[in-house]
């Protein structure tokens, strides 16, 4: 088989596409013929080799990569038969081996995959889709809410803006470029807005005519979480998951108060005991056709330029790396 490794921590160009030998599993194990693996922004930190992320630094070398949907082609010697040739999507959690054409993972965490969801999109629920819900069942939506999701164009905010339209929500959505902003728009929201450009607050405060945002969806932080923040309303919630920008947006404990605002600061860590169900949903808002994820495609051997494109925000929605088995 084909497989992305890694030897030393640095830039993309650490991940080097070589022929390996194909994996054996071992008991409780599956092996899955990769038809799409999940790239990640926190597969880029790993691969930097950056202290202090969600996980600890693997030892080197290794193959990167945590989500993979594919074919069950062989299976572990305790692992039902019934798992053969059945297609799954699997979060291999905090272990490696997914940028490959073949990958091994824990019968136990697998999913059937419905038959009218791709590859692609099942492991974009899988991963990102199940963040999405676990947010979403924090964030309370309801119809009669005003939502500002900043990041609107990527793999949780694309899914946010479609959730808050189903919901019959209101939704401005905040994306970095001009074409991201049109990507945004076309996903239903009323309001767009490049927060990248000065002027933004002032041209969302415009349209809203007097109204204010209820909810922030924000997992940029930094100054655009903060901005975001300054448009809610008293009694309006701000949910952070993150802080793509670098950091978190400054907000002390007693501007909350004095803006009548509630903080919901949503952690990884808060998910993991709900993570079958949250991916099952997740799965199931795709198979549906409720949730439609943007999805970029690479091929396996260009993995390195998945990952440039992720540090350099030049693409939308979830990253994925196709895979062929052979």
């Known amino acids: 088989m084909h497989a992305i490794r890694q030897y030393e921590f640095g830039p993309p160009s650490t991940l080097r596409y070589e022929r390996r030998l194909d994996p054996e599993p071992a008991p409780g194990q599956v092996r899955v013929a990769v038809e799409a693996a999940g790239v990640h922004v926190v597969d880029t930190t790993i691969r930097r080799g950056t ?54 993972a824990e019968a136990a965490r697998a999913h059937a995959i419905p038959a009218d969801l791709s590859a692609a999109d099942a492991v974009a629920m899988i991963g990102t889709g199940r963040t999405a819900v676990g947010i979403l069942d924090a964030a309370r939506l309801s119809a009669t809410d005003i939502v500002l999701v900043t990041a609107a164009a990527g793999g949780l905010g694309s899914l ?8 019959g929500a209101t939704v401005v959505g905040l994306a970095g470029g001009p074409d991201k902003v049109e990507r945004v728009r076309a996903l239903g929201a009323e309001i767009a807005a490049d927060y ?61 108060a004095a803006h009548g605002v509630t903080d919901v600061a949503i952690s990884g860590a808060q998910l993991v005991p709900r993570l079958p169900e949250l991916e099952a949903a997740a ?23 998945a990952h440039h494109a992720i540090e350099t925000r030049a693409t939308v929605g979830k990253r994925i790396a196709a895979c062929s088995s052979g």
Request: aromatic share 8%; no cysteine.
């Open 51 to 104: 202290e202090g992320g969600p996980f600890p630094l693997p030892a080197l070398p290794m193959t990167p990569g945590r989500e993979v949907a594919g074919v069950v082609d062989e299976i572990g010697p305790d692992v039902d038969l019934s798992w053969l040739g059945r297609r799954i999507a699997v979060h291999l959690g905090p272990a490696s081996g997914g940028y490959a054409e073949l990958a091994l």
């Open 196 to 256: 990248r450009q000065p002027g933004w607050v002032d041209e969302v405060r415009a349209e809203l005519a007097g109204r204010h945002p209820t909810v922030v969806l924000d997992g940029v932080g930094g100054a655009a979480g903060r901005d975001a923040f300054e448009l809610l309303g008293p009694g309006g919630r701000l949910v952070r998951f993150g802080w793509s920008s670098g950091a978190a947006a400054e907000i002390t404990l007693d501007e909350f």
């Open 283 to 305: 799965i199931e808002r795709a198979a549906s056709g409720a949730w439609q994820p943007l999805v970029h495609e690479f091929s396996l051997a260009a993995a390195p330029d």
């Open 160 to 167: 946010f803006v479609q959730e808050a339209r189903l919901l």
